[in-house]
């Protein structure tokens, strides 16, 4: 499970810094990261959802726009 680091913490001896994402595997002791959770050190990440803004835009390409001409110097 993933994990979002809130406050500087060292975890298993390494140093993590605010905004870090830490990967839990055999590496991390359960009651480290239920700890850490208690004292609101890290938090469960949450993958950002993409989405596809595109549906119902033409793949036409956009008209060519008209520009006014420059003003001459007298």
């Avoid at 406050?7 to 990261?33: L, M, P, Y």
């Avoid at 239920?34 to 835009?57: A, C, H, Q, T, Y």
């Amino acid at each position: 499970m993933k994990y979002q680091v809130m406050k500087r913490c060292v975890i298993q001896g390494s140093t993590w810094n605010v905004g870090d994402v830490v990967e839990t595997g055999k590496d991390f002791h359960e009651a480290d990261v239920k700890g850490l959770m208690g004292i609101g050190r890290i938090v469960p990440f949450n993958e950002p959802v993409v989405e596809d803004r595109s549906i119902g835009l033409d793949d036409k390409p956009m008209p060519k726009r008209s520009t006014r001409a420059k003003r001459r110097a007298d």
